[in-house]
T-cell receptor
Framework: KQEVTQIPAALSVPEGENLVLNCSFTDSAIYNLQWFRQDPGKGLTSLLLIQSSQREQTSGRLNASLDKSSGRSTLYIAASQPGDSATYLCAVIIPHAGNMLTFGGGTRLMVKP | DTAVSQTPKYLVTQMGNDKSIKCEQNLGHDTMYWYKQDSKKFLKIMFSYNNKELIINETVPNRFSPKSPDKAHLNLHINSLELGDSAVYFC????????????FGSGTRLTVV
């Protein structure tokens, strides 16, 4: 059974810092990995999608990497801003599971001005 | 706007009542889902429908009955509501055969009193 873990569970940094959020999964046979952002009381916004054949994706100040063999992904946020404060979730899709997403528990990020 | 839209956004009801949550997507996706986010913010799959056919039913009480009149709609009906049903319910869609990313609705916060 696929399990997804995110470390740390919570993170507080001063504005301007570069930071890394970690995601690990137990079954390396994934179709893709998706990073989401969730603001308090809101829905999920897709940030980056990495297909299993890719190693990284970039969007603005965000860079996500994928190492299938070790079952790890990282989300790198450059020059963090207070507006980046949110919960960041990673999720994977595995074969033979009806295309369902298996989520990690999330990392709650606070960027202080 | 292309999106996944669900209604209502908030739902407060008494124990024992029956309620429905509606979801529609105009993205042309072939698969729709219901996810539940509990009080600890953990997201878990409930149901997956592909072209109106049930693909996944993940250990959900049979008081929960999804209905998909067409591939653009997936509604969730809940009978005999219990206090433990209080959660945020998210609808989502994806193009499953391409294993591409998900789009989520903004969520329905259900409170059972």
């Amino acid at each position: 059974k696929q399990e997804v873990t995110q470390i740390p569970a919570a993170l507080s940094v001063p504005e301007g810092e570069n930071l890394v959020l970690n995601c690990s999964f137990t079954d390396s046979a994934i179709y893709n990995l998706q990073w989401f952002r969730q603001d308090p009381g809101k829905g999920l916004t897709s940030l980056l999608l990495i297909q299993s054949s890719q190693r990284e994706q970039t969007s603005g100040r965000l860079n996500a990497s994928l190492d299938k063999s070790s079952g790890r992904s990282t989300l790198y946020i450059a020059a963090s801003q207070p507006g980046d404060s949110a919960t960041y979730l990673c999720a994977v899709i595995i074969p033979h599971a009806g295309n369902m997403l298996t989520f990690g528990g999330g990392t709650r990020l606070m960027v202080k001005p | 706007d292309t999106a996944v839209s669900q209604t209502p956004k908030y739902l407060v009801t008494q124990m024992g009542n029956d309620k429905s949550i509606k979801c529609e997507q105009n993205l042309g996706h072939d698969t729709m889902y219901w996810y539940k986010q509990d009080s600890k913010k953990f997201l878990k799959i409930m149901f997956s429908y592909n072209n109106k056919e049930l693909i996944i039913n993940e250990t959900v009480p049979n008081r929960f009955s999804p209905k998909s009149p067409d591939k653009a709609h997936l509604n969730l009906h809940i009978n005999s509501l219990e206090l433990g049903d209080s959660a945020v319910y998210f609808c989502a869609s994806s193009q499953a055969r391409d294993h591409r990313g998900y789009t989520f609705g903004s969520g329905t916060r259900l409170t059972v009193v």
